[in-house]
């Protein structure tokens, strides 16, 4: 008779991106594992700018049940799944792949890790607030729907194309499921008598030290300004500080989103204070 006790296997993730050398969501997902008993490998995968499908591919051949998705391949993976989760078809955008019986299964996480890393983490809330998305791209689409739940009063959208923007706020009107806010879209130099209470920077003007022309005035009392670049004070956050803001990077959401993914693949959530801050050290 075999004793023997059986081998658990292995369940293997990545992250799929161009670049990746970067990215932290190794470090974060070990850490999930071995705080939650989970028995997980995750890897970084270097794809092809022109060969995000075939690495899907091959890593579902090569018995993978899951990977996360990062620049510049979200798009392409909306299109490429069989499937879609609700808040990944509102976004436009997968985050997050789920590989079942020879089907693809996206989601996004992101703008729920967005939404709790200032709820819950920073302890704010959006409900009743002036917002102001700065963006228009796959990151402000990817948090627009999550930000319009929590029923601030106003959520207003700038960015430098404002065509962008007005298509945004089109999009939201024509599916009239948050018609208890006001929506609307304006040019930078329009905002110079608003203030809101939270600014967010949904752009990646933080990578190349690009100070966006925003009025000085739109921050309110008390309002927090949250750029979701992570790493460095950005030119966004530095103009924040000065004119008295609270200021928040993306750090937090990065872990929260992570986090939520590591939920879809295992049905464990994860503890994230304790992992903010090894990865806020590292």
Known sequence: MNLAMPIERVAQYAVIGNPIAHSKSPIIHAAFAAQTSQMLEF???LA???????TVNQLISQGYVGANVTIPFKLEAFNLVDSLTERASDAGAVNT???NHNQIIGDN???VGFVHDITHNL???FANKRVLLIGAGGAAEGVLHPILACSPSLLVITNRSLDKALNMVKKVKIQGDYHMVSVNAYAFDDLRHQQFDIVINATSTGLTDTLLPLPITIFAPKALAYDMMYGRDTPFMMQARSAGAQVADGLGMLVEQAAEAFYVWRGVRPNTQ???QIVRAL
């Open 123 to 125: 302890n704010i809330s």
């Open 109 to 111: 996480t992101d703008g």
């Open 97 to 99: 792949l789920i590989f």
């Open 48 to 54: 092809p700018l022109d060969g995000f499908s075939e």
């Open 274 to 276: 304790s992992i903010m």
């Open 43 to 45: 890897e970084r995968i």
